[in-house]
DNA sequence: AACAGTATTTAGACCAAATCCAAACCAAGA
DNA sequence: TCTTGGTTTGGATTTGGTCTAAATACTGTT
């Protein structure tokens, strides 16, 4: 597996400076950002990206398959890098924050043929809610009375 | 488990037309509508009924959770009636259809307590993505060369 | 039946996220 | 250098959804 930016090339991608900021800005692990956020970042290395280029950029690496979306309850579409090391994601109910995990366990199969109603399924995605450490409080509640 | 409108009494909603009509349009399985496509299916019974109204409503059951949020890669947002039996969706991504299913192996476990993080986790969500026997090919693809 | 008080509905203004568009720009090959 | 087509851009536009203030419809009480 080659890196990025040269993965895109042999595809006949033009390297821009402003897809490879794009595509700087989006590297890492846990990393979840709104398009938003990915404009601004990129922004700060190259102040004059215009906010449809960023969109236009995001929709291409995910056309490409080198980004995924992944839509959590808020309104905006968030972008997740790690599309070649397929994962899942915790979200917390508290504050939002978004983690990734790569369960040992295959969730592939756990739809049995006659489960598929004929579909030929290609991906599995699975969202986890909860509560993160930080926002799960550290005792039991007060006490059901003391409403 | 009562019906919905008796549940609904219990907790001191008022049935008016407004909300039993949308309540009506969401019924059944494999029913995942658009907030606008349940204002279009409501408007044929209630002419006078307003976006507003609907959405209004659709908040109002998910917060009492009658129904369920189910996000796909559409922007907006679509409402599942059955949010007391608890499944998973299959999305075609030919043609976008939705259909329920419920694994008979519940998933929810595939999450190993050191893979949590220290998350508490309350809920756990599976979208499987592929074709749907309508939209497979019948037969394999024409051939590779044919490009 | 009339009333008061509360819920509910409504149109339309408003907002945020994303797309569209046409002009400007730029990079690479002839 | 010139040309060509991919790329970027700001601004207008679309879309999905929320908010607000006024009108309307219930409910319980007398």
Redesign the interface.
């Known amino acids: 597996m080659s890196n990025l930016p040269e993965r895109l090339r042999e595809r006949g991608w033009r390297l821009t400076a402003q897809r490879r900021v794009v595509a700087e800005v989006l590297t890492g692990d846990h990393v979840h950002l709104t398009a938003d956020e990915v404009h601004t970042r990129a922004a700060r290395q190259l102040p004059e990206i215009g906010r449809a280029t960023v969109y236009n950029v995001l929709n291409d690496l995910v056309a490409l398959g080198e980004i995924r979306?992944v839509?959590?309850?808020d309104r905006a579409k968030r972008y997740d890098p790690n599309a070649h090391h397929p994962h899942h994601h915790?979200i917390?109910?508290g504050c939002g924050t978004i983690?990734d995990?790569?369960?040992?366990?295959d969730?592939a199969?756990?739809?049995?043929p006659p489960?598929?109603?004929?579909?030929?399924?290609?991906?599995?995605?699975?969202?986890?809610?909860?509560?993160?450490?930080t926002c799960?409080p550290l005792r039991p509640q007060p006490s059901p009375s003391g409403v």
Chains 1, 2 share one sequence.
């Open positions: 979306e839509s959590t309850d915790l917390c109910t983690r995990v790569h369960p040992t366990a969730p199969t756990t739809l049995t489960e598929r109603l004929g579909f030929t399924i290609t991906t599995t995605e699975i969202t986890f809610r909860g509560l993160c450490p799960r």
